[in-house]
């Protein structure tokens, strides 16, 4: 996935973009670029292409999933929303070199105190999700991947007031969290209608959860995704994820 020469893993080059991550505590990783690929994909059976469609990616990082999500809906305008200044600052840059950057608007804030002046039609995040792990000695890192400075609770109650009428909120969470996720938006009249558990092999527990929430209440589509099969090699249901990003699938 990386080039030859990214040796020190600053920048990851998909096939129509090249994401700079020196400057950024979490980098691009395999589950997010999953979860990026599957909710831009779904985006994409769902809506018309002339349909403006209006997306709040929350705790944006490098900016990847939403110049995934950029990538394969020309319809789609999105907001970015980063409260760390370094990780916004290499997400403008990331944004600017991309064939997109004229839909993509990033914003330095924090969620909590973020105004938009509309609702969005899909929300995406990938939220901290290991705040009862044992806490790295970097601050910034441990604002990106745990609960420090952002609660789940606090990221779904933005969420259900940002999400419009008939919008989805897909999230990528720890497995261990998926449950508990779910009682909480059910709360605030948000429902799962497809969740996908991830494995690293078929041998491995789940780790992952992506979830899709609407306001409807409906039977969710439940299946699982294996990342690799037990020749190390990624499956076929992976592949067909990445292949229109990844540089070679």
């Not at 990783?29 to 997306?55: E, I």
């Not at 290499?90 to 944004?95: K, L, V």
């Not at 330095?108 to 973020?114: P, S």
């Not at 259900?160 to 508990?180: M, P």
Request: hydrophobic share 40%.
């Amino acid at each position: 996935m990386y080039l030859a020469d990214d040796m020190g893993n600053h920048y990851f080059k998909f096939k129509q973009f090249t994401i700079q991550q020196d400057h950024c505590a979490m980098k691009v990783c395999t589950d997010a670029c999953l979860f990026g690929a599957l909710v831009a994909n779904r985006l994409s059976q769902k809506v018309h292409v002339q349909d403006a469609v209006h997306c709040l990616d929350i705790g944006t990082g490098t900016g990847v999933l939403a110049l995934m999500l950029a990538q394969k809906n020309p319809q789609a305008q999105i907001d970015l929303v980063e409260i760390d200044a370094d990780a916004a600052k290499q997400a403008t840059e990331n944004i600017s070199s991309s064939p997109w950057f004229n839909r993509l608007h990033i914003y330095n804030v924090d969620i909590l105190e973020f105004l938009p002046d509309k609702t969005y039609d899909y929300i995406l995040t990938n939220p901290p999700f290991f705040e009862a792990d044992l806490k790295s000695p970097d601050k910034v890192k441990n604002k990106a991947k745990h609960d420090t400075s952002l609660s789940l609770k606090q990221v779904l109650l933005k969420a259900e007031n940002f999400l419009s009428a008939r919008g989805t909120l897909a999230v990528l969470l720890a497995h261990r969290q998926v449950n508990g996720f779910i009682e909480e938006a059910s709360k605030l009249g948000l429902y799962p209608n497809r969740q996908i558990r991830v494995k690293q092999t078929g041998n491995h527990p789940y780790f992952r959860g992506i979830l899709f929430f609407s306001r409807v209440e409906a039977i969710s589509k439940n299946t699982e995704l294996i990342i690799k099969d037990d020749e190390g090699q990624y499956t076929m249901a992976f592949t067909e994820a990445l292949k229109d990003y990844y540089l070679f699938l």
